[in-house]
Nanobody, 123 residues
């Protein structure tokens, strides 16, 4: 299983970034996918998730209204559009594939992880 995330970078507060992640079709087309993030010295936290068909989405409270998760089942890709970025959004962002079609937020639901992409938001 391979997950390839990209799109991170340096942006000023209030700016936008779009993260993308491509997964092996065999393992992700019928599975929910999600984004997590981990800031320096902190635990990995849930950001957003999307069901296997894109019909159900879930967001952490601190990104609700600013971030949008979407997916393209044709190429097993998931994206995270991040707007109105804040310095506290600075972290390494990871995409993940759930073992379920509809997923909760627990890390244990996700057996497959990408390598992470760094997002830095300057004040």
């Amino acid at each position: 299983v391979q997950l390839q995330a990209c799109g991170g970078g340096l942006v000023q507060a209030g700016g936008s970034l779009r993260l993308s992640c491509a997964a092996s079709k065999r393992t992700s087309s019928n599975n929910a996918m999600a984004w997590f993030r981990q800031a320096p010295g902190k635990e990995r936290e849930f950001v957003a998730a999307i069901s296997w068909n894109g019909g159900v989405t879930d967001y952490a409270d601190n990104v609700q209204g600013r971030f949008t998760i979407s997916r393209n089942r044709a190429n097993s890709a998931v994206a995270l559009q991040m707007n109105s970025l804040k310095p506290e959004d600075t972290a390494v962002y990871y995409c993940a594939v759930s073992r379920f079609s509809y997923t909760g937020r627990s890390l244990t639901n996700f057996p497959y992880w990408g390598q992470g992409t760094l997002v830095t938001v300057s004040s």
